[in-house]
């Protein structure tokens, strides 16, 4: 869940934000103990107001910095009437200079501190999680495990600080406990592992606060950006009035073989619902007669050499690989394909023929989920999951172009080094044909001259918010794939107001 007028959307490697936190206060004549207090006021502030009638806190106080911002935010609940109860962990290594300060104001205040043994009072309504932040490289001390499974385990909703505690800002792994918070409120600037990996299971609804560093962030570049629905007006602009279908490119589809005509057909109709002129399919002959009966607009052929030569010609944009298969059928037309000067999408088993056989193309979108990507970098699926900014990074080393790393957070690279973190979609895209339809958008962007990269983005965006217009109205259970060809057609047309959802 978003906030989507308080998040933006610059992303900061986490190494990179905590080096910049200095330098950032400095630009304003700071002290790093200054922005600590901007911290706790910020996440006291919102805490309150998103829970005005929770009077008992507990809050959960680390060894670090992020446990000085929750000295912080217990000092100032304590002065507006909050009964506050702060367990602190401690540690035979002194606190930073920061959070020794915060520590003692909170003590000065006539503050207790807890020890982590501490029964926790039964009319506990709120529980403030400033356990870890965003150093964690390994998995919590069972000292510290034991308190964020109580945590947990309890009913009182979890307000966390800068990130919850247990969670890898860089990648979004998980390494073992963690907190599944209500609510997570991020200072100065959004982490990669907020936006992937395992993080929409435990942030909750997510807030963002930039601590007065608004213009010192505005100066600064970033590889790292986060999309969502909100930029689908800047990608779809209105039609001119005049224009043609030939204008809005022509795109070949090459997929299909025995037994997964859904696979080609999904991708066929997909294309169109994004804005495609026109889609020809290449399929085999079995599914020519189907397929147009389900989409009479497809123009569907059997795919033969003569006809895949003349395709290729005829096209502005290629996509190969749904339901290919990996019998001489689709490596032959992927043979052909390959040596295409054009942008092109390559998915599902072109991947995987690509795996055998890896090559570096520079015109070429690749869409591979977790298992796929595995294929491709010859490694195990948990080595693609733990480090999954990484792992697009060296698959755009490696094979060339731009990668789509799909999955709750998809991740898209390109050559020059940007990344962007898609923050669209929804547990509902988890069935099958999903990737066929993203491989059919993304085509009919290429077809229309979006760039590549461009195409890769708008295309995951326009695909996960076209599933979070079913979620909104229907929920996630039960959601098929060419159920999003409604909303999809809704989401490319962003400059239309729909006043009918039924």
Same mark, same amino acid.
């Given at each position: 869940m978003r906030n989507p007028a308080s998040i933006p959307h610059s992303v900061w490697a986490a190494d990179d934000l905590r080096r910049a936190e200095k330098e950032a206060a400095d630009?304003?004549?700071?002290? &790093?103990?200054e922005l600590m207090l901007r911290a706790g006021d910020a996440a006291f502030t919102l805490a309150r107001a998103t829970y005005p009638t929770a009077t008992n806190w507990l809050i959960l106080c680390g060894h670090g910095n992020n446990g000085g911002d929750g000295y912080v935010v217990a000092r100032l609940a304590q002065a507006a009437g909050i009964n506050v109860t702060l367990l602190a962990q401690e540690s035979d290594k002194p606190l930073p200079e920061e959070a020794q300060a915060a520590r003692q104001a909170w003590l000065n205040a006539g503050g207790v501190i807890h020890s982590p043994q501490t029964v926790w009072p039964e009319e506990t309504d709120l529980i403030i999680d400033a356990l870890l932040g965003t150093g964690l490289q390994s998995a919590p001390?069972?000292?510290i495990a034991r308190l964020i499974e109580l945590a947990n385990r309890h009913s009182a909703p979890?307000?966390? &600080?800068?990130?919850?505690?247990?969670l890898n800002a860089q990648t979004g792994t998980t390494p073992c406990a963690v907190i599944h918070a209500t609510h997570t409120l991020t200072f100065i600037a959004l982490k990669p592992g907020l936006l992937t990996g395992k993080a929409r299971d435990v942030v909750g609804r997510l807030?963002?606060?930039a601590l007065g560093l608004e213009c010192w962030l505005d100066a600064q570049t970033t590889d790292i950006s986060r999309a969502d629905a909100s930029q689908l007006t800047a990608w779809f602009p209105p039609r001119r009035p005049t224009s043609h279908k030939g204008d809005h490119g022509k795109l070949v589809i090459i997929g299909g073989d025995h037994g997964t005509a859904g696979a080609i057909r999904m991708t066929g109709e997909a294309a169109l619902r994004a804005g495609a002129g026109l889609v020809r399919v290449l399929t085999r002959i079995e599914n020519v007669a189907p397929i147009i009966t389900a989409r009479p607009e497809l123009m569907v052929h059997e795919l033969t050499p003569e006809i895949l030569d003349e395709s290729l010609q005829w096209a502005d944009a290629v996509v190969i690989g749904p339901g290919l298969g990996q019998s001489a059928w689709g490596k032959q037309a992927l043979r052909k394909v390959e040596n295409v000067n054009k942008p092109m999408l390559w998915d599902a088993d072109a991947l995987n023929l690509l795996a055998i056989n890896p090559?570096?193309?520079h015109n070429r979108v690749l869409t591979p989920h977790p298992g796929e990507a595995a294929r491709l970098l010859n490694c195990r699926v948990s080595e693609i999951e733990d480090d999954r900014l990484l792992s697009a990074q060296r698959l755009v080393k490696r094979y060339?172009?731009?990668v789509v790393l799909k999955g709750a957070g998809t991740v898209v690279?390109?050559?020059a080094g940007a990344i962007t973190l898609i923050d669209a979609g929804n547990a509902g895209m988890a069935s099958g044909g999903m990737g066929d339809v993203l491989s059919g958008i993304i085509g009919a962007l290429l077809g229309q001259a979006f760039s590549l990269y461009d195409a890769?983005?708008?295309?995951?965006?326009a695909h996960g918010a076209a599933a979070d217009e079913l979620a909104a109205r229907f929920g996630t259970r039960g959601m098929l794939a060419t159920d999003l060809f409604s909303t999809l057609r809704r989401v490319v047309n962003p400059d239309v107001i729909d006043v009918d959802h039924d």
């Open positions: 630009s304003l004549g700071m002290t &790093l103990f001390r069972e000292n979890i307000f966390a &600080l800068d990130i919850p505690s247990g807030h963002h606060h090559d570096k193309r060339g172009g731009v690279a390109c050559e890769a983005c708008a295309g995951c965006v």
